[in-house]
């Protein structure tokens, strides 16, 4: 009997690439794939280490498994990803359950390290992070239409909040080559939206053509005739410009969309998070999305040290103006080893809440009045599931896993994977309802 081989992938859309990657050699190496890891022999967890709550969420997943272990369901446990990278001593001294705890530098060596647990060795191996590998096979673990391209690891950017450059390395981008062989591959698989992700997917290219170079990037993969859809996420303000919203305007099969995590517009808060754009330069990029007709998500932060109520109010009035289609925010929170940890001033829990409470009350009224708007245009949605008698899909507009819905009803059957038309009838503040037609 093979031995049964489960995977727990936590975190990004990045680290979920990774995972892809590590499933694919442990399925060429003859090992048996099973759904779930607390099922199987071997179990792999694929950490994320960013920020508080996904470390917890990490650890929590770790310890159940170390009870898994105690009661003789699974034999063998690996840890690796992000947390391992981050906390290397840490995870291997205080979960001595862990049969073996690898950093992200031994992704392209997980074969070996499961030979080793099974033979009964019990260790530590970090290699460098740029061994990670960034090319190769992948075991598609998100619904057959729409999948991941991991244009670039790493990030160059320093952000003094991050530890992301710790944990992944400087920014390096994948040979254009290279993605195109690997998006024509998903898309002959049935990929039909593909989503473009990196730590920073503006600074792609930089490091082996000597500029950005995702416009052109955006170029070569939009000529698959299967991708009817190209989507970018975490992108960063400093480096959108006029060419490259002009040219995902141009190209028919790239989403009037755009991740771009801003943080903040107070000018000495995105001094002080080490943020090297302007106050000035993110009300610019917003007047040309908005000049375009094109759909612009941010993140924000709430909390950091220094943000007096005088930088919050800025914040605050900054939403207003600009009503952002999709916005998320969360709360500072230090990182080790990041120099935001250490800064005087920091602002106290309650404070953080209440303002994270404030922020996000505003924009649940923005987002109804967007979606409001919305009612009785129509608009190309890519069907995703049915449930109970209606269809769940979404438009260009809609990125998954991280926005809306679009509820519809159809008299005629839609198959899953499919694009229909639908005019929108009805709207909540982050979701929208609607009939085929």
């Not at 975190?11 to 990774?18: A, Y």
């Not at 991941?148 to 920014?171: E, H, T, V, W």
């Not at 998006?183 to 989503?195: D, F, P, Q, S, Y």
Request: hydrophobic share 35%; proline share 4%.
């Amino acid at each position: 009997m093979p031995i049964r081989v489960g995977m727990v992938s936590l975190g990004c859309s990045k680290n979920q690439v990774d995972a892809e990657r590590m499933l694919y050699k442990i399925n060429e190496k003859g090992y048996e794939l099973v759904g779930d890891a607390a099922l199987a022999d071997v179990a792999i967890i694929n950490t994320c280490g960013f920020i508080e709550s996904a470390k917890q969420e990490a650890i929590e997943t770790i310890l159940e498994f170390a009870e898994l272990k105690k009661e003789g369901r699974i034999k063998k446990i690996i840890i690796t990803g992000c947390l391992a990278e981050r906390y290397k001593d840490e995870v291997a001294s205080e979960i001595p359950e862990a049969d073996a705890v690898v950093g992200i530098g031994c992704n392209d060596k997980i074969c070996d390290v499961i030979e080793k647990v099974l033979e009964g060795d019990h260790f530590t191996a970090f290699d460098s992070k740029l061994n990670l590998g960034l090319t190769g096979g992948r075991i598609q673990t998100t619904l057959s239409f729409y999948s991941y391209l991991k244009i670039a690891d790493g990030c160059s950017n320093c952000c003094s909040f991050c530890a992301i450059p710790s944990i992944r390395g400087r920014n390096r981008s994948v040979p254009m080559e290279q993605l195109f062989a690997e998006a024509t591959e998903l898309a002959v698989n049935g990929v039909r939206e593909l989503i473009l992700i990196a730590q920073d997917s503006t600074r792609y290219g930089e490091d082996i053509y000597g500029k950005p170079s995702l416009p052109e990037l955006l170029e070569k993969l939009c000529t698959i005739p299967q991708l009817k859809w190209i989507r970018v996420l975490y992108c960063y303000p400093e480096r959108v410009d006029e060419r490259l919203l002009d040219t995902m305007k141009r190209l028919p099969n790239v989403c009037d969309y755009l991740d771009l995590p801003m943080q903040h517009i107070s000018q000495h808060i995105l001094n002080d998070m080490n943020r090297t754009d302007t106050s000035a330069h993110i009300r610019e990029v917003c007047r040309m999305f908005k000049e375009r007709g094109m759909m612009l998500r941010t993140t924000l932060m709430v909390g950091f040290p220094g943000e007096t109520e005088e930088d919050f109010d800025e914040l605050m009035d900054f939403v207003k103006e600009i009503k952002f289609d999709r916005m998320g925010a969360f709360m500072f929170c230090p990182e080790d080893g990041t120099r935001a940890a250490e800064m005087p001033d920091q602002i106290p829990e309650e404070v953080k809440q209440e303002r994270y409470d404030r922020l996000m009350t505003l924009q649940h009224g923005v987002s109804l009045a967007q979606n409001k708007a919305r009612v009785g245009t129509t608009c190309r949605v890519l069907v995703e599931k049915k449930r109970g008698s209606r269809y769940v899909g979404r438009s260009e507009y809609e990125a998954p896993e991280t926005d809306g819905s679009i509820f519809f009803g159809s008299e005629e059957p839609c198959e899953i994977g499919s694009f229909v038309n639908v005019k929108i009838t009805a709207a909540k503040a982050y979701d929208l309802m609607g009939e085929r037609v």
